[in-house]
């Protein structure tokens, strides 16, 4: 059985809309793409090679799947070469190899290499291919599939990667429709740089409890009688 791994860099208050530059995704007048790189430190980094150190296939939207496809197919990967980098090179030789699985209305015009679009009816496909053998399911980006998967309750598990800065606006993580859900904290460590990197796993539905007294108070009755 296969895990859905929702996997993504967000800020303190939830903002995920292009991290890696301005050009990124401006839509709905986003002013901000590019809050990422002024971050980065060799933490970081290693965390991301953790992150992609087991047997994985990528899960995407549209939109971060055409940002990937005009970038990583396009990374050196020849060791000679002057402008190689080995830390991108290894990242762009694993997506390139891997299969991309992309929520798309366009499935004729998906070009990067071992790329298969979920069809017309995503959430039946994803649960189909949980059901089935193969490596994890893992997303980066892609804000509104994730809205789709969170909604469904399709994610096993969550990987955020949170910067110290709020934007205010943007893509978030987390749609008003997300299923309810309890998390369990599996593993998290801070970078110099103040990213706080973060596993949580699922740990069942959410329980209810109170703070109020047994015998409501007379202010209080009031209160709830003014309440909406």
Do not use: C
Not at 28 to 39: I, K, Q, V
Not at 207 to 226: K, V, Y
Request: proline share 6%; charged share 25%.
């Amino acid at each position: 059985m296969r895990k859905i791994i929702a996997a993504a860099f967000t800020t303190l208050d939830g903002v995920m809309q292009a991290p890696g530059g301005p050009e990124e995704d401006p839509s709905g007048g986003f002013e901000y793409g590019g809050w990422l790189p002024n971050f980065w430190d060799d933490e970081l980094s290693a965390a991301l090679d953790r992150n992609f150190s087991e047997p994985f296939d990528l899960l995407l939207g549209r939109r971060t799947y055409d940002i990937f496809a005009a970038h990583w197919p396009y990374i050196e990967v020849d060791p000679e070469a002057p402008d190689f980098d080995a830390m991108n090179a290894d990242i762009a030789n694993t997506f390139n190899r891997i299969t991309k699985y992309v929520a798309t209305h366009r499935p004729d015009s998906l070009d990067w290499q071992n790329s298969q679009a979920l069809g017309t009816d995503v959430v039946a496909t994803l649960r189909e291919l949980k059901q089935g053998d193969g490596p994890d399911l893992m997303t980066q980006g892609s804000s509104e599939l994730l809205d789709l998967l969170f909604e469904n309750d399709l994610v096993d598990e969550l990987r955020l990667f949170i910067f110290p800065l709020v934007l205010g606006k943007g893509k978030r993580v987390f749609g008003n429709g997300s299923a309810p859900r309890t998390l369990k904290l599996a593993s998290s460590s801070l970078s110099p740089n103040g990213i706080l990197i973060t596993r949580y796993e699922r740990a069942g539905d959410v329980q209810i409890g109170s703070f109020a007294m047994e015998t409501p108070t007379l202010a209080e009755l009031e209160r709830r009688s003014n309440l909406g």
